[in-house]
Nanobody, 122 residues
């Protein structure tokens, strides 16, 4: 079992930055691929970024060059640094974990956090 708790969401102006954190508890965090997803009202949950156990990363096209994912296995944590935020980035952001490699399908993830709200004012 893995428990995930996100933090760091909030209100930011267009063009601003936020850093989301996801704290994990449970066994063998370093073996898990970690993903960040987001869900805006009336929309499906979508993949934002992921990082493999080995540190390999992937990003949705909509956030490439603006968001950076990282992990600290010693702290059982994963981060999402978000920059140049746009109104369309506003959503609830979720941290998720799965065995093996990153997948973009949210259904492939076994464990989820409760989400943290990101609001971007124009």
């Amino acid at each position: 079992q893995v428990q995930l708790v996100e933090s760091g969401g909030g209100l930011v102006q267009t063009g601003g930055s936020l850093r989301l954190s996801c704290a994990a508890s449970g066994r063998a965090f370093s073996n898990y691929a970690m993903g960040w997803f987001r869900q805006a009202p009336g929309k499906e949950r979508e993949f934002v970024s992921g990082i493999n156990w080995s540190g390999g990363t992937s990003y949705a096209d909509s956030v490439k060059g603006r968001f950076t994912i990282s992990r600290d296995n010693a702290k059982n944590a994963v981060y999402l640094q978000m920059s140049i935020l746009k109104p369309e980035d506003a959503a609830v952001y979720y941290c998720a974990a799965r065995n093996k490699n990153v997948r973009t399908d949210p259904g492939a993830y076994e464990y989820w956090g409760q989400g943290t709200q990101v609001t971007v004012s124009s």
